[in-house]
Nanobody, 131 residues
Framework: QVQLVESGGGSVQAGDSLRLSCVASGYTFGRSSVAWFRQAPGTEREGVAS??????IVVDSVKGRFTISRDNSKNTLYLQMNSLKPEDSAMYYC??????????????????????????WGQGTQVTVSS
């Protein structure tokens, strides 16, 4: 049984940094797609960052501030979040797919940020950023 456990969330001030971690058990990262999503109250779940094999992608709203990385030897996914803003406040979820999930545009393919492409989900870790 696949289990994803997130940690590292908390309450911080605008401009601070946090590093989220997601440890997987019963699942081997390999080249499979893993990602971070977030959901604020009253909004839809949003893909924040995704990693497939050696490729990564982050959504435009966090570009230059958030970095996704993975340590396959530890089956752990990370999200380094710098220069946090109040609008980053949300529950952050780790997700893993049973395989490679990509989308292609303009002749290039990128890791998926579509929630329906992912098969396994963690319980989430809350991030609250105050101004």
């Amino acid at each position: 049984q696949v289990q994803l456990v997130e940690s590292g969330g908390g309450s911080v001030q605008a401009g601070d940094s946090l590093r989220l971690s997601c440890v997987a058990s019963g699942y081997t990262f390999g080249r499979s797609s893993v990602a971070w999503f977030r959901q604020a109250p009253g909004t839809e779940r949003e893909g924040v960052a995704s990693s497939t094999g050696g490729s990564t992608i982050v959504v435009d709203s966090v570009k230059g501030r958030f970095t996704i990385s993975r340590d396959n030897s530890k089956n752990t996914l990370y999200l380094q979040m710098n220069s946090l803003k109040p609008e980053d406040s949300a529950m952050y979820y780790c997700a893993a797919a049973d395989g490679v999930r990509t989308f292609c545009r303009g002749g290039q393919c990128f890791p998926s940020l579509k929630s329906t492409d992912f098969d396994h989900w963690g319980q989430g870790t809350q991030v609250t950023v105050s101004s």
